[in-house]
């Protein structure tokens, strides 16, 4: 095969064989395909897209370049969720308690944040003593005995996603719906999870700005999973503003706390019960969605699910008095409240902005060798729908650092505030199963 043959024929709209896509995965992981080759071919998919045999195969292509996770000695039935990204997405913090509290196995690899704030390890990492590389015997006893387990995503996990995701970074391809999905997909497979449900944002502060083309990722991640064995739900949810009151490190961690002490934020804690339900319901633990939904309700006015999170933080090092401390967490020594220059109801607030103004804080990274301050970050006060005077504060800025003007400058413009109030926001758009 000669990779110039293969860009044609993606050129001109002609699909490719399973053969030629482990040709070309294999070829760029190895080196032996340059990136100006591999650039022509990503954007040749980019405008002629893929057909739904294709993207099973370079999913499968790329879960076979690097190591497959082999949950096979963990008792029940494995799910996971992953979001496709958003601004204040604390929502593995909250999953993860209420799916063991009920004996369900969630084996959780994550990441860390390059952007706007910090990953799930890094937001884990903010409580003291919190462990997110344990070994293999740790991971596996957790998930035995305590039904959780969370640990930082292993290097040799899909090799070849990781080196074209970087490209496609930089050549303008990163908002391709095929590529999108192989690239998620191929993660979760390579996880070893059993059953997967996904977070699908969509919004200001996501990949997919309209809900139809969020539906279209949906539903190719749901025929990918469904291809290969593995039974896929995708909830599309909103992110036309930052989920919750809280966008940071140390702060998510005490915003996901007091959703589990039953004090959370209507956005945060609907689509947090609902994609723990599905989970529930792909693991066999309830018949349908609302009887799973009831019942994690009940978790959290319990306190089970609060004591269930307190348990993680326990059995992976942590220090597990900030449960009931929370001024314990990371705290900034600087406080910033951005007020609002007119009155009127709050229409929408540019997630991306927001999100970039916590980076500005202190709270993300640039570049993948960036510290990370993790009492740094946004509190959003007032959220769309809320009516404001001139004056009244809409956003309080954490940081440490001596200079903070771009980011209340960034952060004010993403609030846009009009006359007329806005039509209630929906949580959860679709449901693709």
Known sequence: MRMIDLINKK??????????????VQGYTEGKIPDYQMSALLMAVYF????????????????????VVDLSSIEGIKVDKHSSGGVGDKLSLIIIPLCASLGIPVAKMSGRGLGHTGGTIDKLESIDGF????????????????KMAIVGQ???????????????D???????????????????????????????KVGSGA?????????????????IGKSLGRTTVAVVTDMNQPLGHEVGNANEVREAIEVLKGNGAGDVTAIALTIASYMAVLAGSFPDFKSAYNRMSELIKSGEALEKFKELVRIQGGNTQIVDNLDLLPQAKKHIEVKADKSGFINSIDAESIGVSAMLLGAGRRTKEDRIDPSAGVTIVRKVGYEVKSGDTLCVLHTNLPEWDDAQKLSLSAFIIKDEKPAPIKYVYEVVE
């Open 11 to 24: 050129k001109h709209g002609e699909a490719l064989t399973a053969a030629e896509i482990d040709y070309i």
């Open 48 to 67: 002629k897209g893929m057909n739904p045999e294709e993207i099973s195969n370079l999913t499968m292509s790329m879960v076979n370049s690097g190591e």
């Open 131 to 146: 462990r997110t590389e344990l070994s293999k015997e740790e991971f596996i006893n957790n998930l035995n005995m305590h």
């Open 154 to 168: 292993a290097e040799n996990l899909t090799p070849a996603d990781k080196k074209i995701y970087a490209l496609r």
């Open 170 to 200: 930089v050549t303008g391809t990163v908002d391709s719906i095929p590529l999108i999905a192989s690239s998620i997909m191929s993660k979760k497979i390579a996880s070893g999870c059993d059953r997967i449900v996904l977070d699908v």
């Open 207 to 223: 990949f997919m700005k309209s809900v139809d083309d969020a539906v279209v990722l949906a539903r190719t991640m749901v025929d």
